[in-house]
């Protein structure tokens, strides 16, 4: 998978095009494991998934993986 995701770095930058993942993807795929941490040292508690994004989640458009550009 990540030769996928460096391709996909790597065309934008030769295209001059947006990065295919941004900040908030980003942040968010890094915060699964202190998340998974947490949850394990206090006994597997279930815990809430910050929204990164302030809501704008519901509204933006995702720009990785849903066309053939990469």
């Known amino acids: 998978m990540d030769f996928f995701v460096i391709h996909a770095f790597v065309e934008a930058l030769k295209a001059g095009e947006p990065m295919p993942i941004d900040i908030y993807d980003a942040v968010a795929w890094s915060a699964i494991t202190p998340l998974s941490e947490q949850s394990i040292a206090e006994g597997f508690r ?13 509204t933006r458009q995702p720009i990785f993986g849903f066309d053939d550009r990469y």
């Open 46 to 58: 279930t815990l809430a998934f910050p929204d990164f994004t302030a809501g704008l989640w519901k």
